[in-house]
């Protein structure tokens, strides 16, 4: 939220509403795939009693209807939840149990796991030295990760590299490993590691469209 009149610039919460993911003994939770949360909250996150909007329904009704219908319009959020394909399934069982992130950057992710598990334990002589490892992919990714701009970079040119890809290459794992760590370094480091690109403000659309 930007103010008009001033370079001022802060945050706005329109709300909270609280999905239980576990039960309490750990287990997913099984939701349709979608779900309508009754009422969005007002007041900050677990604050009993506040609504979004006081306005609506401030008047008392002695109309049942018309006391439903001012309940009605208070926001509403509907969360869709669906199940991952097999192929992110296998993805996902390759990554920490917990971790946040978009789904079109788990095959990424997945990479990342793995070269790191690479350098830590099969392309090592001793598992238990604390040598510094030298691996601009390794270092870099997490830091790309967070920037939404680069990583689309990313998947567009990992997407036109599959596309020219032999078959028998696209079945191959390490050779996608390969690959993978190519297509980083080309179109990646090179732009992250530019002097002319602005450090990355989330929630900054002028920033946004100073780093296109």
């Known amino acids: ?5 001033s370079n001022q610039s802060g945050e706005f919460g329109c709300g909270w509403v609280h999905l239980r993911l576990f039960d309490q003994q750990g287990i997913p939770n099984r939701y349709p795939r979608v779900m309508a949360i009754s009422q969005v909250n007002g007041g900050t996150p677990y604050e009993k009693g506040v609504l979004v909007d006081p306005s609506i329904g401030r008047k008392d009704s002695t109309s049942l209807l018309r006391s439903m219908m001012a309940s009605n319009k208070q926001p509403r959020l509907i969360i869709r939840l669906t199940a991952p394909t097999k ?7 390759s990554l920490p ?3 946040i992130s978009s789904t079109s950057y788990i095959t990424y992710l997945s990479f990342y796991r793995q070269f790191l598990a690479d350098a830590l334990l099969r392309d090592t002589t001793d598992i238990q030295s604390s040598e510094l490892l030298h691996s601009p992919t390794l270092s870099l990714f997490p830091v790309v990760a ?3 701009d680069l990583m689309d970079i990313l998947r567009m ?3 036109e590299r599959l596309r020219n890809a032999k078959r028998s290459d696209k079945k191959d794992n390490d050779t996608l490993k ?8 080309e179109l990646i480091y090179p732009i992250h590691s530019s002097a002319m690109l602005k450090l990355i403000i989330h929630g900054s659309s002028e920033r946004e469209e100073v780093r296109v």
Request: no cysteine; proline share 7%; glycine share 4%.
């Open 178 to 185: 390969v690959l993978f760590r190519k297509t980083f370094m």
């Open 146 to 148: 967070e920037q939404p």
């Open 87 to 93: 192929e992110q399934k296998e993805l996902m069982d």
């Open 97 to 99: 149990p917990e971790i």
């Open 1 to 5: 939220l930007s103010l008009q009149n």
């Open 157 to 159: 040119g990992w997407a």
